[in-house]
């Protein structure tokens, strides 16, 4: 029986961007296979590491070791991506009903993380991404 993924905070934003790439070919899968279950299944937030993290090479003892000081800047942006989502950590969730918060919340989410983030050229490979960041999506 397939179980709920968990997400934490900021991927319930960022992985809807998500374009086939990632740390190494172990972590697009697992990405890959989570996301497939959220779409059907729904997620569960999630606090701290979740199922995305689980298989990054830069989780160590359940922190996020990406960057010097990432863990807490890590929650910090999981903290923020909830209050705009105006999501609890035990919020059960469609991924069609986050789907449809992310477009009156992008510009927030655009200008406190995605201009410094180390993923934007990714993220700009997607269309979604794009039509949000121009204004012109109408998704
Ligand atoms: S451990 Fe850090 S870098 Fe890896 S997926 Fe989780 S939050 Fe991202
Ligand atoms: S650019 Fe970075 S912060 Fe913005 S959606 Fe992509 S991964 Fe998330």
Redesign the pocket.
């Known amino acids: 029986m397939s179980v709920i993924p968990k997400l934490?905070g900021h991927h319930l934003i960022c992985l809807h961007f998500f374009n086939g790439k990632g740390?190494n070919r172990e972590f697009t899968e697992n990405l890959r296979c989570v996301l497939e279950k959220a779409e059907n299944l729904g997620v569960e937030v999630s606090v701290g590491?979740?199922d995305?993290?689980r298989g990054?090479p830069?989780?160590r003892d359940k922190k996020?070791c990406?960057e010097d000081h990432?863990n807490q800047e890590?929650i910090e942006m999981d903290e923020f991506a909830l209050k705009l989502l105006k999501e609890a950590f035990d919020s059960k969730l469609g991924w069609n009903v986050l789907k449809e918060k992310i477009p009156a919340i992008f510009h927030l989410w655009l200008e406190r993380y995605c201009k410094r983030c180390c993923w934007t050229n990714a993220c700009e490979e997607n269309l979604y991404y794009l039509g949000l960041r121009d204004g012109k999506n109408t998704f």
């Open positions: 934490r740390y590491a979740d995305v993290c990054c830069y989780m996020c990406s990432s890590i």
